[in-house]
């Protein structure tokens, strides 16, 4: 995938402003940003399901803007719920999507690959949020997809269903599956992705992998313990000198070494 310049603007607000990306074949590449940010215009418009203002896009070789449906069928798109199937059966919905592809998977194996095989014989409107949403991914991938789009795709799930979740993320990508995600948490970018951009106001403040987005991997260590007069706290490039010389004088009570997180990083960039 290559993004130069995107731009779309709604009325008078510029939603996206220059982006630049570039997603490598296999790549898991998430975006990150705060609501209103412009991630959920850019998928769409990298998907080509809307119309941008200017830049250039070319996704599996293709402009999505005028790509033929033979492309359409390669990309996965989780479509943010849509309610057209309520009366069918899970299984009998990701069979009905199978129809639509050359070269399905199994229905049977993915509506087990998303953990719904309890539910299979359940009718799609009686499914939880969180059930709803991985009936979602299961029609997304149905088609063996070669890069699959995900916008925000585990808000509303409880925290075990989002570790199953990232499972089936790594599947895909360990088969070689090319992924965009869009996500407001930072521990899901950590785990699934190889590399993050964070996007505010429209535009790519920062971009790298998660362990050193923003200059992580080189900042300063934070280092605390307690000592009789109550807690320290220090910020020291060389935390393995500092804490033993710290050690010196004993044991240290409550003692932690930090480095800044994805989430201190990414509060400090969308600031
Ligand atoms: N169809 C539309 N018409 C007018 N304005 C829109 C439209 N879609 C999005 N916007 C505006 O464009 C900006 C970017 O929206 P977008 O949905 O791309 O953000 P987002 O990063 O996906 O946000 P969120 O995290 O809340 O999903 C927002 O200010 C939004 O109000």
Known sequence: MRVRGLMKAYENHQAVDGVDLDVARGEVFAVLGPNGAGKTTTVEILEGHRVRDGGEVHVLGQDPGKAPRTWRSRIGVVLQTANDAAELTVAESVRHYAKYYADPRDPDEVVDLV?????????????????????????????????VFLDEPTTGFDPEARRQFWALIRELADEGTTILLTTHYLDEAEALADRVAVLAKGKIVAEGTPQTLGGRAHADARIRWADPNGPRELFTSEPTKVVAELARHGELAGLTVTRPSLEDVYLELIA
């Open 115 to 147: 953990g719904l095989t309890d539910k299979a014989k359940a009718r799609v409107r009686t499914l939880s949020g969180g059930q709803r949403r991985r009936l979602d991914v299961a029609l997304g991938i149905i088609g063996r997809p070669e890069l």
